[in-house]
């Protein structure tokens, strides 16, 4: 699986109107485009918004960057916001439940969810992924309200994890055990986290394909 996580600082507009614009239109036409597999849109705070993207093939998933370029300009020109990174990779591991499988709607229900970014500067992606698929992978599934776990490749040694989580104290909880994974299994590799965002899932959608575990 590929996934495509896109940043935009907003602006000018209503955070929950803009959400139902994306849950009424937009994550409907992703949902219904060749190898999708899953959609969230993210409220992070302070005007940031991420979009997470997930398909089967790396071409199906730049693809839809084109298609929420060409969306956002026909459906959003009342709001004022910024693209301000867009970031690509490959998922060689993954873990969901079935919860994923339940829709989040921007006026119901929501989750919660948060990406930790790595540099990788010492050691191999390779390897450190099969510690991430034969250890972390495996705990944080066990959490309570836990939904789904990708670890993204995005090239050049920069590592990106996202965390879905039922609700936020146990999204916390899954930043706590992230920490004492790289404390406790990581030493041998030189790596530093560089980044942690978080924010409400307004929006989601979800394939059962999701529900396939992908391994390192």
Not at 4 to 28: H, K, N, P, Q, T
Not at 31 to 46: H, K, L, R, T
Not at 62 to 69: F, H, I, Y
Request: proline content about 1%; some cysteine.
């Amino acid at each position: 699986m590929f996934a495509s996580i896109r940043r935009y600082r907003f602006a000018r507009g209503s955070m929950d109107e803009l959400a139902r614009r994306v849950d009424g239109g937009f994550a409907e036409q992703i949902g219904a485009q060749p190898g999708f597999v899953s959609y969230e849109f993210m409220d992070c705070g302070d005007g940031e918004i991420v979009t997470i993207s997930i398909f089967r093939e790396a071409l199906q998933a730049e693809t839809s960057r084109g298609l929420a370029q060409r969306w956002t300009e026909e459906n959003l020109d009342d709001f004022e916001f910024t693209r301000t990174e867009t970031l690509h990779g490959e998922i060689p591991v993954s873990r969901a439940g079935r919860d994923m499988l339940e829709p989040a709607h921007a006026v119901t229900g929501r989750k919660f969810a948060s990406l930790r970014r790595y540099s990788l500067r010492g050691g191999s992606v390779a390897d450190l992924m099969h510690l991430v698929d034969e250890v972390f992978a495996d705990r944080i599934q066990q959490l309570d309200g836990f939904e789904a776990y990708h670890a993204l490749d995005c090239g050049r040694g920069e590592i990106l994890c996202i965390s879905l989580l039922r609700d936020q104290s146990a999204a916390e909880e899954s930043d706590e055990l992230a920490l004492e994974f790289v404390r406790e299994k990581l030493g041998g590799f030189d790596i530093e986290r560089t980044e942690m965002v978080a924010g409400e899932v307004l929006v989601s959608r979800t394939m059962a394909e999701l529900l396939e575990s992908a391994h390192a």
